[in-house]
Each structure stands twice: as structure tokens, then as C-alpha cells.
């Protein structure tokens, strides 16, 4: 394969099959296993507070998180948590004004290893809106 760039298209959301072929091919699995991973979490202000994310496995270790606000909600905040209302993971990160970025600023050493019930995010109000990523390597 010789222009590996080609097998993104401009349509395509996620790498081709050939791209992601060439990849497994050119790295070893160490080198794959330790890269970073993101789960997207939208809320959208329709009661969404307690969002599971369910795709992240379990023995994941989340290493960041970032919050993208898609309005402008005065109180607004998001943080991560164990699934079924457990634990924080991380503090609660300002989600107030639209597309001003926040960064968890703190990510609970007990918590950072994904477990049976998974993670969720809460927001402060259900009128909250915006788009958390959630970091993590397997």
C-alpha cells in the first residue's frame, strides 16, 4: 500500500478497513495496546444527567478528560463518576459558556480504573449541554 492517506476519505467518519490494516501491520501490539483512546459522552440538555458510557471496558485507565459546552448554561458543570452513582473520578468541570474548554483537573487515583459498573457522567442541570471526552488506554 503505498499512499496509506488515500484510504481516509473525505466521507468517511473512522479509517478505512485499509487504513486500519496497515496500521496492524506496521505497529506491534504493545505499541497498539498502549495507544490513547477517547469515548465521546454528548449531553443535550433533555434530562441527561447520569449518561453511562458503556463502551470504555472494564481495566481501562481513564487519563483525561475534557468538557466541550454546546451552549451557554450559567451553572453548568460535568463531572465523571462510577457507574450507578458511585465515586467521583474526576471533579466537576465547568460547562457554562459555549466552546470555552475545560480539562478535568483532578482524576481520583482510587476510581481511575474502570470497573464492572463502568463510568457515567453527571451534569449539574438537566438543562447542561455539551460533549465530554473521555481519555483512557486499556
Not at 433533555?46 to 481495566?59: D, K
Not at 466541550?68 to 448554561?73: G, I, L, Q, Y
Request: net charge negative; proline share 3%; charged share 20%.
Amino acid at each position: 500500500m503505498g499512499n496509506y492517506k488515500s484510504a481516509f476519505g473525505d466521507n468517511v467518519p473512522t479509517p478505512s478497513l485499509e487504513a486500519a490494516e496497515f496500521l496492524q501491520e506496521n505497529l506491534d501490539k504493545d505499541t497498539i495496546s498502549a495507544l490513547l483512546r477517547v469515548e465521546k459522552i454528548s449531553v443535550t440538555g433533555s434530562g441527561t444527567s447520569g449518561v453511562a458510557a458503556t463502551t470504555i471496558p472494564v481495566g481501562a485507565e481513564i487519563v483525561d478528560v475534557v468538557v466541550h459546552p454546546t451552549a451557554s448554561v450559567g451553572s453548568g458543570t460535568a463531572k465523571v463518576r462510577v457507574g450507578g452513582a458511585g465515586a467521583d473520578i474526576t471533579n466537576a468541570m465547568t460547562m457554562a459558556t459555549l466552546d470555552t474548554l475545560a480539562r478535568a483537573a483532578t482524576i481520583d487515583q482510587t476510581y481511575k480504573v474502570v470497573g464492572a459498573d463502568g463510568i457515567e457522567v453527571v451534569t449539574n442541570g438537566d438543562s447542561d449541554q455539551g460533549d465530554i471526552y473521555v481519555y483512557y488506554k486499556k
